[in-house]
């Protein structure tokens, strides 16, 4: 089964004060071929790298499961809380990803009071069979509810998905980066592509409030698309489409099609190239539209399925690119079948 590309089985997050603890449960989950992240021993990771970075990394995508030993000293240090806070965010989108390790009386916050948790009872090895068992149970598709309907599962090739491959894609879940031999999931709505065993466990087998998935990679359908893309050439010398980028707003004069990417181009005078490069794969579809600004202007606006990702140029905090279209002269009609053939390339995927 593929191992969701966490670098670790289990990440323990502690205080100082119970750096011993956090030690033995270490040593007991060794024990039990577990690979656990413990600060102390790991140093060398963290070694001429922003450390608070660093933590937010691991606790959020590098261990399968966080464990936090709950202390009076845990609540109120910097660090345990930076990351107690990553690992409640985790759970929110990924359930049973988490045990609290209560290790003396201690008042807790509203964030984590009404979870399950353990108590510290000084023994590190019974710590250590209840992580073991929560493992076994998050790797474990037998008790999935029977209704769930199997998904088209696409394995990576190298030279099949060249493409995609050099995108260096990542599941959108567990950040895990997508490699050749990797077996994925694409939901038939949005085209997201996931990790199996994420589509399985984690999503339980349905994204956009449906379980529809693809059977093949999304890709152009190039015979149809290169008739559209040489329409918009055409009229690009009339109609300029924009990208705001501070207050240069260059006119980009070419769009170039690939195998699953749509390609916007300028070229200055300077012989400076500026491009574009949005994939059509990543994009919520339903939601490219055309905003009018003014008479003379307006922008188009393309949701991404994955925020700044979708786009290499000026994504905004929404998750959203706009290009500004400005018509010359009062051509409405060409600038509306311009912003037309645009959206039926993005649609050809």
């Known amino acids: 089964m593929h191992k969701l590309n966490y670098k670790y089985d289990v990440a323990i997050s502690f205080s100082e004060a119970q750096k011993d603890v956090a ?11 577990i690979r656990p ?10 070694a001429g790298a922003n450390l608070k970075d660093n933590l937010i990394k691991f606790f959020e995508s590098s261990a399968k499961l966080s464990i936090a030993i709950i202390s009076e000293e845990y609540l ?10 990553v690992i409640l965010k985790r759970l929110e ?12 009386e201690v008042e807790l916050p509203n964030s984590i009071k009404d979870l399950a948790y353990l108590k510290w009872k000084s023994d590190p090895k019974a710590i250590a069979d209840t992580i073991s068992k929560r493992l076994s149970k ?9 209704i769930m309907e199997a998904p088209n599962v696409i394995k990576i090739e190298r030279i099949k998905h060249e493409s995609f491959l050099a995108d260096h894609r990542t599941d959108p879940i567990s950040k895990g980066l997508i ?29 956009c409030n449906q379980t529809k998935t693809l059977r093949s990679l999304p890709v152009v359908n190039l015979d149809d698309a290169k008739a559209i893309v040489r329409r918009i050439n055409q009229m690009a010398s009339y109609i300029g489409f924009e990208l705001n980028i501070n207050s240069q707003n260059p006119v980009f004069n070419k769009v170039i099609l690939g195998a699953d ?15 574009v490069v949005v994939h059509l794969g990543l994009l919520n579809k339903k939601n490219c539209k055309l905003v009018y600004r003014s008479n003379r202007e307006a922008a188009l606006l393309m949701e991404s399925m994955t925020g700044k990702d979708a786009i290499f140029l000026n994504a905004t905090p929404q998750g959203k690119i706009g290009f500004v279209l400005s018509f010359n002269g009062e051509n409405l009609t060409m600038f509306k079948q311009f912003n037309s053939l645009i959206i039926r390339l993005i649609n050809k995927v």
Request: net charge positive; charged share 30%.
């Open 179 to 207: 490699k050749a031999g990797d077996e994925v999931v694409v939901c038939k709505s949005c085209k997201t592509v996931f990790f199996k065993d994420i589509w399985i466990i984690a999503l339980k087998g349905m994204h």
């Open 93 to 104: 989108r990924e359930p049973n990803c988490f045990i609290p390790i209560i290790y003396k």
């Open 261 to 275: 990417r749509l390609i916007f181009k300028l070229q200055e005078k300077s012989l400076k190239i500026i491009t």
């Open 23 to 33: 030690s033995g449960i270490y040593v007991a989950l060794e024990k039990l071929n």
């Open 76 to 85: 109120v240090s910097d660090y345990a809380r930076l990351e107690l806070e």
């Open 37 to 46: 992240y413990y600060y102390p021993y790991n140093e060398e990771e963290n």
């Open 138 to 146: 998050k790797n474990d598709t037998r008790h999935l509810p029977k």
